[in-house]
Structure formats: structure tokens, C-alpha cells
């Protein structure tokens, strides 16, 4: 079952950034045109962009590509450290969002059902590698499921690691309103877990 | 079934302190409800490096990158110290700009003093620093019209240039209803009354007002009386 899958991969618990405290030294470099540098700083974001903007947008590739084309033209003038950098990345990638929200609702698109993409994963020799990523995706579409609100706030505040103040800016609320939203999507999140029989 | 409480029930807060460790991926005690572990454990795998497929877009990014960093021409190795050299060229030239506007200044502030000296319109100190630095016009000594205060180094607008001389020292006499023209420091009501400043050789004049001086006689000026005494020593000149 999926809740098996959850339960056994404990390594892939692992929370740790890619660059860590080599960032201010990353993202320096990076400024200064290395390019192995900024693709160090585009490995350690990725993965949770691309989740965050599924969670939030059916164009998810699009506009994380938007997103770090923007993100390339502002990094020589960034300033701040790693939570900085990943706060104006989210920040960007929910403009860009709105942005294909607003240009798909001229031009209605039918976006893939996730049985529909758990059905793609077919290769029997990666099998442990699809059952990750479905166990992954599942869990995505699991926030997905829940109010829109609710699902960015989990996405930005636990999946991220951004602080209660930068999320509240991004969405437009205090960081009180984000902190008590966080605590009733969790919440809920367990619920339709456990009604989805993933937990206990 | 665990007692998971749900959102909105009485009592339902308990399991706060356990969300807040969740959002800061901190490990949940043993004892915590199961369910909680399971939360845990689902968000920390959305966290996680990236799965297959995750990172096809990274060749595309990096062109970009390359694209912003190097102009077309232009290695993104070498420009950085195009940037720096622009950059210091561009202040020295900056500062050396600075500095001839500085010296321009300062030659056409010194051109015009020399000039104001030869026009004799500057203050009557000024006017003998001029005088002895740059040759120009002494100032003009006291008028018979007008008084001059010794010590205060302050004349009339009406005093003229006299040709270095020899005369006798004066000596005015202050009559005792008669107050001074100017006293512009409160010390100077306490100061001794001065000598005038004797002209000892010819074209030595040292500084402070000048008293103008007929061969014999009295002068007669406002409000004071002079008098003909034997020359003295240049008088301490504050």
C-alpha cells in the first residue's frame, strides 16, 4: 500500500538542504557567473518548487522554468541569506503562477487526473524509484485536496521551510493567520490520511 | 482508532505543541500519537532531494544562466574583470576631474583676492596681509575726520592710504564723554589704552590702523584730542 511506502524509506526523511551552510559561499559564486554554482543552488530548490507549484498550479514545469529565468535575471542583485533567497524564489514562482492562471483561463486546458499519472509509472526495472516518486506525488495530490489555502500554507511553511513572516507575505496574511492555518491543515491533512488508510 | 483530535473540537489544542515540531522538522517524542509520526514522515519525504524527473528543466536553466552571465562575445570568466577595471577606470577618472575642478577653483579664488587687494576693497587687515605678501596697496590710513581705536583693528570707511613716513607718534586722548567708535569684544573696554603705531622706518607698517599725522600741531578729530609725543617701540598689537 502507499502507507508502506511512506513507512519505508526513512532516508528519504532527509531534510537537510543541498548547500546548508556552504550557502552564502553557493550563492556568491553563483552571482559571480560560476555556473556549477547556480546549478548547485537550482538542485537544492527544485524538487520542493516543482511540488509546491503542483500543489498550486496545473502548470507546474512552466512556470518553474518561469520562475528561474527570473530568478537568473534578479540573482546579481539579490541580497540576504538562504531563507532570503528561498522566500524571493517562492515569492516569484506564486507571481508566475498567477500569471498562467490568468493566461490558461483565456485558453481552458485539461489538466491530467494523478490515477491517470500513477498509471505512467510502468518501468518494472525502476520500480523502487516509481514507488517513491508515487508515494511523493500521492502525498502531493493528498494537499492538493485540500483548500487551496490550506495547501499553500503547508507547501510554503513545513514542505519549504520558509518562516511564518515570509509566508504571510507571500500569501497576504499575518503571520498569527499563517501559524493558525498551518495547525488546522495539518490537522486536516492527517484526517484525510488516515481516512485514506496511509497511517495508523 | 487513535484520539486524534479534530479541528474545531473543545480541547482540541493539545496537540499544538506537536504540529509546531512538525513545522520545524524537529523529531516527535516516542509517546506521540502515531498519526503524528505518519504526518511527520509524509511532509519530511516532500522535502526531500529530488526524484527522477525533477530536475529535467536544469539544462534550460543553465543556458539561461550562461546567457545572462556572458554577453554574446564575452566569457563569463572574463568579464568580471572587465566590470572591475571599468570601474576603477571610471572612478580615477572621477577623481582627477575632482581634483583639476578643486585646483580651478582655487586659482580663480586666488586670482580674484590678488585682484580685490590691487582695488583696495578689502577690510584693512586683509588689505595689509595683501600688501605685505603681494605688494599691493597699503591700506589707507585714518582721515582727519574720523578717530581711530587702537587695539581693535577696526578703522572708518572714510580713512586713505598714506605713503610710509616718519611722523611723530600720536597719541589720542580720550575726553571722558566721549565713547569709543566700536568695541566689538568685551575686552576690549578692559584693555590700556594704545599707542598708535609709529611708522619707525620708511615703508615698514606693521598691522592695525594708522594714525595720520600733521609734522606739528594738534590734530583735531571727533571727539578726541591729539597730541605730538616722542616715537615708541611698535606697541603689542593683539
Not at chain 1, 82 to 98: D, S
Not at chain 2, 40 to 66: D, H, I, N, S
Not at chain 2, 150 to 162: E, I, N
Amino acid at each position: 500500500m502507499v502507507g508502506d511506502r511512506l513507512r519505508r524509506g526513512p532516508g528519504r526523511a532527509d531534510t537537510r538542504p543541498v548547500i546548508g551552510a556552504a550557502f552564502s559561499i553557493t550563492l556568491a559564486s553563483a552571482q559571480g557567473g560560476d555556473e556549477i554554482a547556480f546549478a548547485c543552488l537550482f538542485r537544492d530548490v527544485q524538487p520542493v518548487l516543482l511540488r509546491y507549484l503542483r500543489v498550486i498550479t496545473p502548470d507546474a514545469e512552466d512556470v518553474a522554468g518561469d520562475t528561474w529565468l527570473q530568478v537568473v535575471k534578479g540573482l546579481p542583485g539579490f541580497r540576504g541569506g538562504e531563507e532570503a533567497f528561498r522566500a524571493w524564489l517562492f515569492t516569484i514562482a506564486r507571481h508566475r503562477a498567477v500569471d498562467a492562471g490568468r493566461s490558461r483561463s483565456r485558453r481552458p486546458d485539461v489538466p491530467l487526473a494523478a490515477t491517470e499519472v500513477l498509471e505512467q509509472q510502468t518501468a518494472p526495472d525502476a520500480a523502487e524509484a516509481a514507488l517513491e516518486a508515487i508515494s511523493t506525488r500521492w502525498v502531493v495530490e493528498l494537499i492538493r485536496s485540500l483548500p487551496r489555502e490550506h495547501a499553500e500554507i503547508i507547501m510554503l511553511r513545513v514542505v519549504a521551510g520558509l518562516e511564518a513572516a515570509d509566508v504571510a507575505r507571500i500569501v497576504g496574511k499575518t503571520p498569527g493567520a499563517v501559524r493558525v492555518t498551518a495547525h488546522r491543515a495539518l490537522r486536516r491533512l492527517a484526517e484525510l490520511a488516515e481516512r485514506a488508510g496511509v497511517t495508523h | 482508532m487513535p484520539g486524534f483530535p479534530f479541528p474545531g473540537r473543545p480541547g482540541g489544542e493539545h496537540d499544538e505543541p506537536l504540529l509546531d515540531m512538525i513545522i520545524a522538522r524537529r523529531a516527535l517524542p516516542p509517546d506521540a500519537p502515531a498519526v503524528m509520526h505518519d504526518l511527520a514522515r509524509m511532509l519530511a519525504a516532500l522535502a526531500g532531494p529530488a526524484e527522477p524527473g525533477e530536475l529535467t528543466g536544469e539544462a534550460a536553466v543553465r543556458a539561461a544562466f550562461r546567457r545572462a552571465a556572458s554577453p554574446a562575445g564575452v566569457s563569463s570568466t572574463a568579464r568580471r574583470p572587465v566590470r572591475r577595471r571599468r570601474s576603477r577606470h571610471a572612478r580615477g577618472s572621477v577623481r582627477s576631474r575632482a581634483w583639476l575642478a578643486t585646483a580651478m577653483v582655487a586659482a580663480v579664488a586666488g586670482l580674484g583676492s590678488v585682484l580685490a587687494a590691487y582695488t583696495d576693497v578689502l577690510p584693512s587687515p586683509i588689505q595689509q596681509l595683501a600688501h605685505v605678501a603681494v605688494a599691493a596697496p597699503a591700506p589707507p590710513s585714518i582721515s582727519t575726520q574720523q578717530p581711530v581705536m587702537l587695539g581693535t583693528g577696526r578703522r572708518s570707511a572714510s580713512h586713505k592710504a598714506r605713503p610710509p613716513s616718519s611722523p611723530p607718534a600720536l597719541q589720542p586722548r580720550r575726553s571722558p564723554t566721549t565713547a569709543p567708535a566700536s568695541d566689538p569684544t568685551p575686552t576690549a573696554s578692559r584693555r590700556p589704552r594704545r599707542r598708535p603705531l609709529p611708522s619707525s622706518s620708511p615703508g615698514h607698517r606693521t598691522p592695525g590702523p594708522a594714525c595720520s599725522a600733521a609734522p606739528s600741531g594738534p590734530m583735531q578729530c571727533t571727539g578726541l584730542t591729539w597730541q605730538t609725543v616722542q616715537p615708541t617701540p611698535d606697541p603689542y598689537v593683539p
